[in-house]
């Protein structure tokens, strides 16, 4: 079952999008409202996004998170009088 934040993070990323595709079908992306209304929807879209990406990766969704490896210190040598 999927949590409630990575469903409306899904959504959220996915609206802005049909924000996008708004803007290119009517010619508004010549003008410099459009352009920057873009920008900010495709910012928007990245961030809910980058978020679902993490909401999944902490479900176990996408597989098993890497863990960095800690080094094994040497013990150091016996010194040899």
């Known amino acids: 079952m999927l949590s409630m934040i ?41 961030v809910f996004m980058l978020n679902a990406y993490w909401e999944m990766r902490d479900l176990g969704l996408l597989g098993k998170k890497k863990t960095a490896a800690t080094p094994v210190a040497k013990a150091p040598a016996a010194k040899a009088t």
């Open 6 to 46: 990575l469903a409306l993070s899904l959504v959220l990323g996915i609206l802005p999008l049909l924000g996008v595709v708004w803007t290119l079908a009517n010619g508004m992306i010549t003008t410099v409202d459009g352009l920057f209304m873009s920008l900010i929807l495709l910012t928007l879209s990245g």
